[in-house]
């Protein structure tokens, strides 16, 4: 499974970004997917996931601003991102686990900045 993820930038406090992540396989075969971040000098943590039945789980910290959903048909996952905040500056990999084995896409920069 290769995942190529997209979407991050420079956005300003308060803004949006929407991150994107496509598999090159039926999504339909890949149990959950997710995103996960990494800050600088910080470990790598979740920050959402989807399941093949559409069970959303959220990180505490992103409750309520962050909203993941999956495209089927286009075997696309994306991060909806709002209210972002400097402390959301992070590299967000894209994340799937299918059968027993877990896949990594390559990361995308998310920088909040004014």
């Known amino acids: 499974v290769q995942l190529q993820a997209s979407g991050g930038g420079l956005v300003q406090p308060g803004g949006s970004l929407r991150l994107s992540c496509a598999a090159s396989?039926?999504?339909?075969?890949?149990?959950?997917m997710g995103w996960y971040r990494q800050a600088p000098g910080k470990q790598r943590d979740l920050v959402a996931t989807i399941t093949t039945g559409g069970s959303a789980r959220y990180a505490d910290s992103v409750k309520g601003r962050f909203t993941i959903s999956r495209d089927n048909d286009n075997n696309t996952i994306y991060l909806q991102m709002n209210s972002l905040q400097p402390e959301d500056t992070a590299v967000y990999y894209c994340?799937?686990?299918?059968?027993?084995?877990?896949?990594w896409g390559q990361g995308t920069q998310v920088t909040v900045s004014s």
């Open positions: 396989v039926s999504i339909t075969s890949i149990t959950i």
């Open positions: 994340y799937a686990h299918k059968w027993i084995y877990n896949y």
